[in-house]
């Protein structure tokens, strides 16, 4: 069956809803009116990025951190500029690197594939040998795959059922934020 690219920021949107999690990021074009610029809060600081499956955005300067409400229009055509049409912006999310985790779903014939890491972020591909893998399939004890990977088993389950309900064939999170008992995409 033919896979169809869906952006980061609509992965966002329909993953957030499901999983019941709050999400406040906007996507914003090249052409886009400002009306959503002018809805950011001007005490918080944005994460802007770009939003077309470029690989390795941040090693490439293509993702912004803790940018001030009042210079994201600046930082969204600093991207426009070197060819990109769509961003997203989202609250910056302070955190230790600790907390970053990485968590992919792939569909297969045999069931599903989970890839998980507790050394997610922009470095993943030098931590590969972190990297577990779980086949789930019907048969999958899946408080124990929780507990293998490190994440709530609600958390797994509802995520799992997301990708199922959606027809997600392949999905990557990364960063995974895990903070005490707050998980954010």
Do not use: C
Not at 154 to 161: G, N, R, S, Y
Not at 172 to 183: F, G, R, S, Y
């Amino acid at each position: 069956m033919a896979r169809k690219k869906i952006s980061e920021y609509t992965a966002k949107r329909i993953l957030t809803a499901s999983l019941g999690l709050p999400y406040q990021g906007t996507s914003f074009s090249s052409h886009d009116d400002k009306k959503a610029l002018a809805a950011l809060d001007k005490n918080q600081t944005y994460v802007v990025k770009v939003d077309e499956g470029v690989k390795k955005r941040m090693k490439q300067g293509l993702v912004l951190l803790d940018v001030s409400a009042e210079h994201v229009e600046k930082a969204a055509k600093e991207l426009f500029a070197k060819g990109y049409q769509h961003v997203i912006i989202e609250p910056f999310l302070k955190h230790a690197s600790e907390s970053e985790h990485y968590i992919s779903l792939e569909r297969t014939r045999e069931g599903m594939q989970l890839l998980y890491s507790n050394k997610g972020g922009i470095d993943i591909e030098d931590n590969s040998d972190s990297i577990k893998q779980v086949l789930i399939t019907e048969k999958t004890a899946l408080g124990a795959t929780a507990l293998q990977i490190g994440v709530p088993e609600k958390f797994l389950k509802q995520l799992l059922d997301s990708f199922t309900t959606y027809h997600f064939s392949f999905l990557e999170i990364n960063p995974l934020v895990i903070q005490e008992d707050t998980i954010s995409l």
